[in-house]
C-alpha cells in the first residue's frame, strides 16, 4: 500500500508560519505608511489606508463585473457537441 504524500499546507504548523507571515507583512506595511513620503494629487489620498480601502474597492469590483460578464458570455454544456 502506498502511503500518501505529504504537501506543504498539510502541516498547521506550516499554516500558522504563512500565516503569521502575511500579519508581519502587513503590519511592516502599515509602519511605512507613517514613514515613506507619498507623491499624492489628490487630498483623499492623504487619508490613514486609502491604499487598501481602493484596492479592496477595486478588486470586490472586478469579482462582480465577472459575475456579470459570465452571464452575458457564458455558453451552453453542450456549445460544441450540438448538430
Not at 499624492?40 to 481602493?54: D, Q, S, T
Not at 452575458?72 to 460544441?80: A, G, M, T
Amino acid at each position: 500500500m502506498q502511503e500518501e504524500k505529504k504537501y506543504f499546507f498539510d502541516k498547521p504548523r506550516n499554516i500558522s508560519a504563512v500565516l503569521y507571515t502575511l500579519y508581519i507583512a502587513c503590519g511592516l506595511l502599515l509602519l511605512l505608511d507613517f514613514i515613506v513620503h507619498r507623491h499624492i494629487v489628490h487630498h483623499w489620498e492623504e487619508l490613514l489606508g486609502f491604499y487598501p480601502i481602493y484596492g479592496f474597492v477595486g478588486c470586490t469590483a472586478i469579482v462582480l463585473g465577472s459575475k456579470v460578464l459570465r452571464v452575458l458570455v457564458q455558453r451552453d454544456e453542450d456549445y460544441y457537441e450540438r448538430k
